[in-house]
């Protein structure tokens, strides 16, 4: 093993600038020598649930990602919105994984994976040596290839397009109030959310609400009730993914709360503000001070290496396709789980990319990790449909049970309980319980702080 | 009145670029016409003190302040330490305010003040008429002439400053984790915090409880326990503004927690990581992956402003030098309020720069507004002295009362009692009691999430 002079300045993922030397790669000891090495990239509900489940197993594991923590996404809609703080829905890997002794955290980005020397190598030149790996990145969001409409509408992943889209979203309705400008006025009171998924949905709800109820009484020069929160869905329904009565029943409640839904209506240009869309053969052209991406998936990259290094074939996402125990067709050893895996074995399409099928994919590889060293196997994975479920205000929601039908409160109940027994730590599930609470009771937004770069960067587009 | 246009994509608070022709000017108008026009400037402790005891006045209230939020500042540290989250400490302004009918709230930043119009004016070129004028913009952290300093050592006033510190400390975590050169290691797992202050007394004990407790077992490469904690200050003893014995006790606190306290010792140079102390006549070099500065004030520029202005007289650090009842002597119409105010009619020193003066004032210049609108007036302010407390750990504070000192955990118990009940919302109270709660219990700390830069931003300073 090397030793490496790394300075103090550096950024703790990478090493130098790039117009050094490539770093010399240094191996990464395992903690315990001998053992059977598991690595895991990626924190997010598939990585996490897989250390977890591998918790008291006689391995040695490594989870790595390029964060320090893992992030509830679900519920990221509410930080854009003001409703939690960023920390209420994260947890430090580390401090979730602590108490695990045969289990690591590195933080640190993975630039390649060699599968015939089992090693996997981080942007700073260390590797790590694995015996089985599971990969668990995700997919970032698409704009169909129009990747200059990133700038103008920002999509929902990290907790960082959070911030932003909650700072466009206030500063939208501030700089509403500060002009005298009629027509300004009313772009600046116009959002367009695109995307009439789950996430497309929460974010048309809960704008709605604020713009309607939360911050009616606060602007002296503006009428926020006035403004116009536009969903635009290119399928026939909203929720495309669940029964259609329950896509009719949230388009409902949507619009009861207040927002048009287009649908089978598609974005087909954005220039700085002038969005167009178009339904059918008619041509709409809107003025929209604040446009928020909720549509369209794609690897990372992630993928692209994967396949690169093993011949793994992937779908038209760049989703990578596992075999029936969710590893490789070619690497028994590699396993791709949550929504980088295309899982093709179960019904007619494959499993979506939702927090319950990563979960289930990430517990199902740590006990197959298990069973193998124990010259054991399991049977195929099979997702067991818990059901789904997508909340569109301060007192509705659809879920789709197995069973069972909900929409409206009792929905919306059950909506509120799921994504507080699934939050990870004890802290957050406080935490988020009271800040829902108080929420409620007040009617207000308390985290609805403009933070970073309100008066420092410009937005995107070409001026008016 | 002018209408002017304005672009979608601009500043809420600028108007255009600088290529461009100045602003055409816009007068603000009142929103109720021939209404006594009171402008305050600043929404901190006396901006908003004075705003809400003018809620019920006969008057038109005009709150301006470059942010949407009022911030808490004596709980920043917490969130620096990753305890609790920006939106747990910060108020909305137009929540707290959205009640009060006569009262606006204008997102922007002043540029200038007019006190023979009577005119505040905006960056963006509007202008507030106004007939009493309330100025609470407060200070900024002072590097002792040394502004290069800023970069290296990051002080604490804003919810950004306290995000950065955050990201710092925790960085330094993770790099200490990642590197296996054992010198740089240990610089990693040294912080230097510079001011023996309450701000710097605060920082000291919490980094201490959290290298030294919370932290413990979260690391795999590195002992967390073996961090150095230093806290100088150039004055004899900590905590200046208090009795001696409660500075001793405190020093004691402290150092039981592990932390380094050398006083009479000043920075003299920061080089990089490379840090300069002079003790007396002994010069002490060190190396530390992380300075936090907690020293030293200076107006930002509104004193200077009113000073070109008015030809008000300014202080060494350029607050305000404001007659008994906190008016200009030269405009009995313009009031200064808070750490900008230099208050010298009590006492032998000026009044500190601290919450309880600044909401004392505030109110004070709100009843004295309402006095004299019928012809009547008041005394000269008289700041009464509640007490003043300073927090050292988990379980350990000093409080200085007029008629006792406290120490220890009865102290620690005041100190976040006080807290507590200072939060101007209720959701602030609720989500801060439950946060401590739920930190005080798993001691953990859930906040401390490295966002933004972390991957980004290169620090500052010549790499080693």
Do not use: C
Not at 236 to 252: E, G, Y
Not at 299 to 308: Q, R, S, V
Not at 342 to 352: C, I, M, S
Request: glycine share 10%; net charge negative; proline share 6%.
């Amino acid at each position: 093993m090397q030793t490496v002079q790394r300075s103090l300045d550096s950024d703790p993922t990478s090493q130098g600038t790039a117009s050094e030397a490539p770093a010399p790669t240094i191996e990464v000891p395992p903690v315990t020598p001998g053992k059977h090495q598991v690595v895991i990239i990626g924190g997010g509900f598939g990585g996490l649930y897989a250390a977890q489940q591998l918790g008291r197993a006689d391995v040695e594991v490594t989870l790595i990602d390029k964060r320090n923590f893992h992030l509830f996404q679900p519920l990221l809609y509410q930080v854009a919105m003001g409703g939690l703080s960023p920390g209420d829905i994260a947890s430090p890997l580390r401090a979730v994984l602590s108490a695990q002794k045969n289990t690591r955290v590195l933080m640190g980005e993975v630039t390649d994976v060699d599968p015939e020397r089992q090693l996997v190598t981080l942007n700073d030149g260390r590797t790590i040596p694995y015996d089985d790996l599971i990969v668990a990145t995700g997919m970032s969001h698409f704009y169909f290839g129009r990747d200059d409409w990133a700038d103008v509408a920002p999509g929902l992943k990290t907790v960082e397009d959070a911030l932003e889209m909650r700072r466009r979203i206030f500063a939208a309705f501030e700089k509403a109030e500060n002009t005298t400008d009629p027509e300004l006025k009313q772009s600046l009171l116009t959002f367009v959310i695109v995307g009439g998924g789950p996430t497309g949905v929460e974010l048309a709800g809960s704008l709605a609400e604020l713009a309607y109820h939360t911050l009616r009484n606060d602007f002296r020069h503006i009428d926020t009730t006035a403004s116009r929160i536009i969903l635009v869905e290119g399928m026939d329904r909203v929720l495309p993914p669940f029964p259609s009565d329950l896509s009719a029943r949230a388009q409902t409640d949507l619009e009861k709360l207040g927002v048009e839904v287009m649908t089978q209506a598609l974005v087909t240009d954005i220039q700085g503000h002038d969005i167009t869309l178009k339904q059918g053969d008619q041509i709409n052209h809107l003025k929209a001070g604040t446009v928020l991406w909720a549509a369209g998936v794609r690897d990372p990259g992630m993928g692209g290496l994967l396949a690169d290094r093993t011949g793994a074939e992937r779908d038209r996402s760049g989703r990578v396709m596992v075999s029936d125990d969710l590893s490789l067709p070619t690497h028994p050893n590699i396993f791709v789980v949550g929504d980088l895996a295309h899982f093709a074995h179960q019904g007619d399409r494959p499993l979506p990319g939702v927090a319950p099928v990563a979960m289930q994919e990430g517990k199902y590889v740590a006990r197959l990790i298990q069973k193998r060293l124990k010259d054991d196997t399991l049977p195929p994975f099979a997702y067991k449909d818990s059901g789904s479920l997508a909340v569109i205000g301060r007192h509705a929601a659809v879920v789709n049970l197995p069973w069972a039908k909900l929409t409206g409160f009792p929905a919306w109940f059950v909506w509120l309980f799921v994504h507080i027994f699934y939050l990870i730590e004890f802290d957050n599930k406080l935490m988020v319980m009271t800040q829902w609470g108080a929420n409620y009771l007040t009617r207000k937004q308390g985290s609805r702080l403009i933070t970073e770069k309100v008066f420092e960067k410009a937005e995107a587009g070409p001026p008016k």
